[in-house]
């Protein structure tokens, strides 16, 4: 039986995260320069997104340029911007065809301008699609997400709009990125690498982890399909016990 037709389509996870990692890795075991790893990476997001549309997953997020990826090389930071734009191009038919939204999370204004035009283009595009929605992680970190929400709560507070004993767990996540989208229930990362590098450290306080040897170019729908039976066959008890857990499954069913 193929992969995907062992997987339970009615506990695929509403949203799944991906780390993708190991473009420069791909380039440097073949003799090729860096960036173009990077180009190569842009089918195995194509293979990801269309596995993931495929499953009916709501909510696919890739981590595509991370606020510490700006202290890379110039020569590889402007490939990254020209493969971002293009990339864009060139499937923008794919995306209105599929149903695919397409939004993006980030200090966002500190991209190149044409990076941030053609991107801002393409969310106002697909803003009325109504299938996957596909979430750029693009100069993003955690740890800016997080300030940022500190600053936001530190002027409420300041201009007396919100009192601190009014600070509560939805006062804060209604000031992250990702207010409007759910947290992932699975984080996939690829290439060997066992950290999830400054990345929705909130949103994945109870995500389950997929960790795979694959270079990010090397991962298509194969690997996807792997990445969701092993979330399948996971427990997920959120603090509970299994006892607690198969008695709140118990009363859910009757």
Known sequence: MELKEQIDKSRI????????????????????ARTLGHE?????????????????????TLYAFSTENWNRPKYEIDALMRILVDSIHGEMKTLMKNNIRLTAIGDLKSLPPKSYRELMLAISDTSTNTGLTMILALSYSSRWELLEVARSIARKVESKELKPD??????????LATADIPDPELLIRTSGEYRVSNFLLWQIAYTE??????????????????????????????????????????????
Request: glycine share 10%; charged share 30%; aromatic share 12%.
């Open 40 to 60: 190569k990476g842009v089918d195995a997001v194509r293979n990801t997104v269309e596995a993931a549309a495929e499953l009916g997953i709501g909510y696919l």
């Open 209 to 254: 982890l997929y960790f795979t040897q694959t270079l990010w170019p090397d991962f298509g729908k194969e690997e996807f399909y792997k990445a969701i039976l092993d979330f399948q066959h996971r427990e997920r008890r959120f603090g509970l016990t299994s006892e607690q857990l198969n008695e709140l499954e118990g009363k859910l069913r009757t």
């Open 166 to 175: 009014q600070i509560e767990l939805k006062t804060f996540t209604s000031l």
């Open 13 to 32: 996870p509403a949203h799944v995260a991906v780390i993708m990692d190991g473009n420069g890795r791909w380039a440097r075991k073949r003799g090729f």
